[in-house]
């Protein structure tokens, strides 16, 4: 049998040896399932813990139209977990509360390293859903006039990790910047109502804030680092069927959305409590879902750049920390075989 352990030794695994590997999972899980393990001692209901979150549409969409319920069957009871952040997302699968979570690339890396047992196992959107806001009264046009300031950021997640290079490359000093880290919703309101100068922003909550005046005084799509869709360990070793059932959810809606554009952006603009032009925004304007979305080269270019500032900022205590998760994080057996005909 083929076991995780073989997979992490090269989260790059080649396509041709990915799928004959991601064959040998589905037959071993199979296989687990009849003999009661999967499904438990009694033989009763498995369970799919899978969260879905406002920057990731995609889960939006799997969860309105119950594509992953429909094909994993009576016997698998799917429970959807809302994340608020790729921070919450991470504390949920390192609690074990959700087997699959949506986060920024960054986000997963810093998890990794951090010791938490989770690898991508696809890769959902390129998106560019981080910037530096600030109120639409205020003065600040720049980043060098944050010195002495305060801004909103929520730690672990792409928006403040999108703050410390901005700053970097503007050559502000972080140490005279003050970061509160606040919740992405607590951030927006800090911002409106006059508690903090600026705010690390995501969307949708951002373009929703472009709508009552607020202004992005710095963007750089190269600081937003790609969604990543993380499971634990535990789960792929033990339903890799599950896995492949998810990612390829996801394939279908990948194509869905781009399909059904109108509709989607309805499902977003539900979700997330805003008008239908701020989530067309978001989709059109700021979400590329046209790329390549098996984990590879071009998310380990992003995140080898990221990286060593998570040993700046105290994130990580050493850069061998952050070398060990970019070896392991990645795994490509699942989206190289993604299918979303699979799923209806």
């Not at 290079?165 to 409106?192: P, Y």
């Not at 046209?290 to 500032?309: N, R, Y």
Request: proline share 3%.
């Amino acid at each position: 049998m083929t076991t995780l352990t073989t997979l992490h030794q090269r989260p790059l695994v080649r396509r041709g040896l990915a799928a004959l590997l991601a064959t040998s999972a589905v037959l071993a899980g199979a296989t687990a399932c009849a003999e009661g393990e999967a499904a438990g001692d009694d033989g009763g209901t498995r369970s799919l813990e899978v969260d879905y979150a406002t920057y990731n549409p995609l889960s939006l969409v799997i969860k309105d139209q119950g594509w992953l319920e429909d094909a994993a069957g009576e016997d698998v009871e799917v429970t959807w977990v809302k994340s608020e952040g790729s921070n919450k997302a991470n504390e949920a699968l390192r609690a074990g509360a959700i087997d699959v979570g949506s986060t920024a690339g960054s986000a997963a890396l810093l998890a990794r390293a951090n010791g938490s047992p989770i690898h991508t196992i696809d890769v959902y959107s390129q998106p560019e859903w981080a910037a530096v806001v600030v109120g639409p009264d205020s003065r600040i046009k720049d980043l060098s006039e944050l010195e002495g300031k305060k801004v909103a950021a929520t730690q672990g997640t792409d928006p403040y990790f999108f703050l410390v290079q901005a700053l970097e490359a503007e050559g502000v000093d972080r140490s005279k910047v003050s970061i509160e880290n606040l919740q992405h919703a607590d951030g927006a309101a800090a911002l409106q109502n006059g508690a903090v100068d600026a705010w690390a922003g995501l969307d949708p909550i951002m373009a929703n804030a472009e709508t009552q005046g607020a202004q992005l005084i710095y963007r750089n799509i190269d600081f937003n680092t790609y969604g990543f869709l993380n499971a634990t360990e535990d789960f792929l070793e033990k339903e890799p069927e599950l896995a492949q059932l998810v990612v390829d959810a996801y394939a279908k809606a990948r194509e869905w959305v781009q399909e059904n554009p109108d509709e989607a952006v309805g499902i977003l603009a539900a979700e997330a409590g805003i008008d239908e032009a701020v989530a067309r925004t978001v989709l059109t304007e700021r979400t590329n879902l046209d790329f390549d979305h098996v984990p590879g080269s071009a998310q380990l270019d992003v995140l080898t750049k990221v990286g060593p500032l998570f040993v700046e900022t105290g994130d990580v205590e050493d850069q061998s920390q952050i070398d060990d998760a970019l070896d392991t994080l990645l795994d490509d057996t699942w989206a190289t075989e993604a299918d979303g005909s699979k799923v209806g």
